[in-house]
């Protein structure tokens, strides 16, 4: 009876440790979460400070922009925010008013093609940029030469509209191409094993199919995702990716300050 008593006075003392154990745990996450929260709080409190106070030109340093730099911009806009046309009107306007002349759109279900006549009609000057396929080997340097005059061109802002399917397309058309070259010349069971293709072999394919496109220096991600939402892999390989919150919620001083960021950096690898 004594060791049937002893029993049960451990098994309420272990369930109690149990217990406080556990509510000190949860009040430690409560705790660590509820600072982590006024943390986060404070830094949208001072973004959205400091994005004010660039929109009214109170901090000098980012009225002096290097943009030359910033050859070629992509923005890539989550499905809902492509449906709001004026919103990335406006958003163009801004990056044509601090001298941003080359832009790609992107989003995943090629709604901004939908809506490019209207864009370009609402930005003055502003050109269709499109990328040109290499179909024969002799005219690719002329080609090359071609895409990078456009992007010297500073008396026109260009656009250019992407979409998921123009990278999953591009894949398998490039992969195609190369299927049929190598098919066609000869390579034989026994050394087929051997072939691999190289990136600028691919890089050549998609050129070939009208997907190779000029790599943004910078891409701005404009929706809830941290990611590139499918922009097209081997366009991006040194591209500087910036996330940017929702486009409703989008703001001149952050967009610069973004800019800003970028074209002070000092790239020591890729291009």
């Not at 490039?174 to 051997?194: H, I, R």
Request: charged share 20%; hydrophobic share 40%.
């Amino acid at each position: 009876m004594d060791f049937s008593n002893e029993s049960r006075v451990l098994h309420r003392c272990s369930a109690h440790v149990r217990d406080i154990g556990n509510l000190l745990l949860r009040s430690l996450w409560h705790l660590v979460h509820f600072i982590i929260s006024i943390c986060n709080f404070t830094l949208d409190i001072a973004n959205v400070l400091e994005s004010y106070l660039i929109s009214s030109g109170l901090l000098g340093r980012y009225k002096s922009l290097h943009i030359a730099k910033l050859r070629y911009l992509a923005i890539v806009i989550e499905s809902e925010g492509a449906y709001q046309t004026l919103k990335i009107i406006e958003l163009l306007q801004w990056l044509e008013a601090v001298g941003v002349k080359h832009v790609c759109l992107y989003d995943n279900e090629g709604i901004l093609k939908k809506s490019k006549d209207f864009i370009l009609e609402n930005l003055d000057g502003a050109i269709l940029f499109q990328v040109l396929s290499y179909w024969q080997p002799s005219i690719y340097a002329m080609l090359d030469a071609h895409e990078n005059n456009v992007l010297l061109d500073q008396q026109h802002m260009t656009l250019e509209f992407v979409s998921f399917s123009d990278g999953k397309e591009a894949v398998a058309k490039a992969a195609n191409v190369l299927f049929m070259k190598y098919s066609k010349s000869g390579v034989t069971d026994q050394n087929q094993k051997e072939k691999i293709f190289t990136e600028s072999q691919m890089t050549e394919a998609l050129k070939t199919v009208g997907s190779g496109g000029p790599e943004p220096d910078l891409l701005l991600v404009y929706g809830p995702a941290r990611c590139h939402l499918g922009f097209p892999a081997w366009r991006i390989k040194y591209t500087e990716i910036v996330h940017m919150g929702l486009l409703k919620s989008m703001n001149y001083g952050s967009l610069i300050k973004a800019i800003y960021k970028f074209t002070m950096v000092r790239q020591n690898y890729g291009k």
